[in-house]
């Protein structure tokens, strides 16, 4: 037998034995799953918080607050969760695995404070919501008091939540002084807080009347500064024992702060005589200060794109807020610019109905009182709010001709250009209609939305709050009177059918619903959405 036969007789007889052993058989092939969920910094997310206000402040146990998580890609709601009562401030991580929110519940007396921790939502296909919270309370829960024999119940009020790394989180609480069956004459104090076992593993109290509002910890983890809203003062704190490395004599009521990417400098706003300080971290000391016009200054940003510092202060001067615009490469920073912000275009905006045809309508100052950058480096975005009134005779109410209440509050986000500091668009109005078409302009006033001044726990911080996305793409604005968070598009796409322009309104997602009977229009009660957190 030739070669060549024998070759093909061993080809027939391999492709034979193939085909028998292609029978019906499945045989299953193992493919590795990886268990390991996908990378949460690859996932662009924003939180709102937002709190429930039912019987807060009374002597009858308040319902909980939840945090959102919104999806930017996809402009959804993709997970909510119960939080404590009345929350307050929210930190992530840096590496975006956990967040935790600061909730003072017992300004009602009845309900306890506490750090709410949870995961967020997973960019996977399949919907994750947000992982079951985690409870952390402060010292003194559950202890019993000896005299008679009753639990301990010490009002801490958390207020703020900060943290540079991942094995730490700080909690600053605003305290109180001389509560009654308390073992502490005043809990104004800073909490560490381990990440890992969710516990407080250490809590350095500060002097009676100090009351804590805002922190800002270095990003090399070296320093922690703490605003004392009471005592006018900035400490200074070692992240490692909390133990107090410098006290800087400031001046009424610093509100806020932020610090330099390189954690040389520390910026601090007062809202008592509205000043900016500049902090030099190396000898704990003031290095300059500066006006940013009348009492009142709230707020404050850090561009790390540009290096400027954007501040609000919704009550500047007489007529109306400002943004004030500092160059940050150079000490003192440089003013660039005074922004007024224009009113809302009320009366040459379409599609929207008025009273004023028959009432005389009439607006309050402009109120700046959030401010966002964009990554790119070319937009920054201000939310603002008028108080709009409409009077007729004996007849007072809004505006707004689908909003009967009086002392209506009206917002907007205005546009501005970093280079030239014009706006380039206005977002007006921001509200969605929620149902029959009808497109409102304004909001009823919620008591719990009209921040005190100065700060204190017992109202929201922020009647709007301002954050952009990570990636640019979206920036967002919390309504706290009208319980949704408004979502702006920064940039135009060709999937639309009819294309679209950048800076507009994209839709109002609205905050869970809270416990509490309907509201006047008959939608169930929204919950009022308090502070904005970026995540990746």
């Known amino acids: 037998m030739s070669l060549r036969r024998v070759a093909g007789v061993v080809a027939v007889a391999a492709a034979t034995i193939l085909w028998m052993s292609c ?50 890609s996809g402009d959804s709601d993709i997970g909510a969760a119960n939080m404590g009562v009345n929350p307050t401030h929210a930190g992530i991580l840096p590496n975006d695995t956990r967040v935790f929110v600061a909730n003072a519940g017992s300004v009602d007396g009845v309900d306890s404070d506490s750090v709410t921790a949870f995961f967020p939502a997973t960019d996977t296909r399949i919907a994750t919501g947000l992982g079951t919270p985690v409870v952390i309370s402060l010292p003194t829960n559950g202890a019993i008091n000896p005299s008679n024999n009753l639990p301990y119940f010490c009002p801490y009020l958390p207020d703020f939540i900060a943290t540079s790394q991942n094995t730490a989180v700080y909690v600053a609480n605003y305290g109180s002084e001389g509560a009654p069956n308390c073992n502490f004459t005043s809990t ?27 922190m800002v910890e270095t990003p090399n983890a070296s320093n922690l500064y703490v605003a004392n809203q009471g005592n006018g003062t900035v400490s200074n704190l070692s992240p490692t024992d909390l133990s107090l490395q410098a006290n800087i004599p400031l001046g009424t009521d610093p509100t806020w702060m932020v610090t330099r990417p390189d954690g040389q400098r520390v910026y601090v706003i007062t809202q008592g005589e509205s000043n900016l300080y500049t902090i030099n971290t190396v000898p704990n000391s003031v290095m300059s200060v500066q006006s940013i016009g009348a009492p009142g200054a709230n707020y404050m940003i850090y561009d790390t794109i540009l290096n400027r510092l954007y501040v609000t202060n919704p009550t500047a001067t007489a007529t109306g807020g400002a ?37 005389t309508c009439s607006y309050g100052n402009v109120s700046p009182v959030s401010v966002t950058a964009i990554q790119d480096g070319t937009r920054f975005y201000v939310s603002s709010y008028v108080v709009g009134t409409a009077t007729s005779g004996t007849t007072t109410t809004c505006p ?5 209440a009086a002392g209506c509050i009206i917002p907007q986000v205005t546009v501005y250009s970093t280079s030239t500091f014009q706006p380039t668009a206005e977002v007006f109005p921001v509200l969605i209609p929620p149902f029959g078409g009808v497109q409102p302009f304004a909001m009823a006033p919620a008591t719990f939305c009209s921040p005190n001044i100065p700060y204190s726990p017992t109202a929201a911080r922020f009647r709007m ?12 604005t919390s309504l706290c009177d009208g319980g949704t968070v408004a979502v702006i598009t920064t940039a135009t796409t060709t999937i639309a059918v009819n294309g679209n322009t950048p800076d507009t309104l994209v839709t109002d997602l609205a905050t869970p619903f809270g416990a509490g009977p309907p509201q006047a229009n008959g939608e169930p009660l929204t919950q009022f959405p308090l502070f904005l957190l970026m995540g990746q």
């Not at 939180?47 to 009858?60: C, E, K, P």
């Open 323 to 359: 943004v004030y615009v500092f160059d940050a490469t150079v000490d003192p920073p440089n003013l660039l610019q005074t922004v007024t912000v224009a009113p809302p275009p009320i009366a040459t905006t379409a599609g929207i109905t008025t009273n004023c045809a028959t009432y």
């Open 400 to 404: 707004d001709a689908t909003v009967t």
């Open 23 to 72: 029978g019906q058989i499945y045989r299953p092939v193992v493919i590795p799953i990886n268990n390991i969920p996908p990378n949460p910094e690859n996932f662009h997310a924003v939180f709102s918080i937002n709190a429930n206000v039912l019987n807060l402040g009374s002597a009858t146990a308040s319902q909980p607050g939840t945090a959102m998580q919104i999806d930017v």
């Open 465 to 476: 709050s301002a954050v952009a996305s990570e990636d640019g793409s979206k920036v967002y």
């Open 188 to 214: 104004d104090s800073i909490a560490e807080i381990n990440p890992t076992t969710n516990s407080v593993i250490n809590i350095a109290y500060q002097p009676a009347g100090t009351h804590p509002v805002a």
